[in-house]
């Protein structure tokens, strides 16, 4: 993902949307979200075909949210926007994947990124679902166990950055640190789009439940 690109312009616009809806989470149309993720874009969010401009950030961007599970489109529900009824299909909200993802994005290129952290909020970690999904506040870390999961993020980093493809490896992790390496395995793949692919299972039951993250080359799908 790039600073200042569709993909990007649309997880700000989902921040901002969010903080000010009173559940906590937003839905928005098409328009509703190019209109607000603008300022976040460097190119045109919209597409102008009398301008021969075919391809622009929202395009690009949702068709990346959506592969990766960030962002889920429900159906139409009516609304009165501007004096006049929306005739759009498909509303858009974030997952709690998309959540987790936006708060590594905003770390990674907005200085401090304060004005934008939210308190808390992830979901059931399965992406997809209906509207009114719970989410579930993380549990504050110990000391311990945020070391434990920082380990686990610079294993997983190292073995992608270093690994050919076909090669795996085995995380035999707790539930929680299973569910963390997950949403890395997403945004190693959005970071990564072009280059290798990972891809993760699980093994075993209980406390003999394994995580396998295999690298595959590119294909382009």
Not at 20 to 33: R, T
Not at 39 to 63: N, V
Not at 151 to 160: C, G, S, Y
Not at 197 to 209: A, D, E, K, P, W
Request: glycine share 10%.
């Amino acid at each position: 993902m790039q600073y200042r690109s569709g993909t990007y312009a649309i997880l700000k616009a989902f921040r901002a949307a969010d903080a000010e809806s009173p559940e906590g989470q937003a839905f928005m149309f098409k328009s509703q979200i190019i209109s607000r993720a603008q300022q976040y874009c460097d190119e045109p969010m919209d597409t102008d075909f009398h301008a021969g401009r075919l391809h622009a950030g929202w395009s690009t961007g949702i068709k990346t949210l959506e592969k990766y599970k960030f962002v889920q489109r429900t159906n139409c529900r009516a609304e009165l926007i501007s004096g006049q009824w929306t005739s759009e299909l498909h509303d858009f909200s974030v997952t709690g994947e998309g959540r987790e993802f936006t708060n590594h994005m905003i770390a990674k290129f907005d200085a401090g990124g304060s004005d934008d952290e939210e308190d808390g909020g992830d979901s059931d970690g399965r992406g997809g679902g209906g509207r009114r999904r719970v989410m579930r506040r993380s549990r504050p870390l110990t000391p311990a166990a945020d070391e434990q999961q920082r380990k686990d993020e610079r294993l997983l980093r190292e073995f992608v950055e270093s690994g050919d493809p076909g090669e795996s490896r085995d995380f035999k992790v707790s539930k929680e640190r299973r569910w963390k390496l997950h949403l890395l395995v997403q945004q190693l793949n959005a970071e990564n789009e072009g280059t290798v692919l990972v891809q993760h299972s699980s093994v075993g039951s209980g406390r003999q439940r394994t995580l396998i993250v295999v690298i595959k080359e590119w294909d382009g799908s």
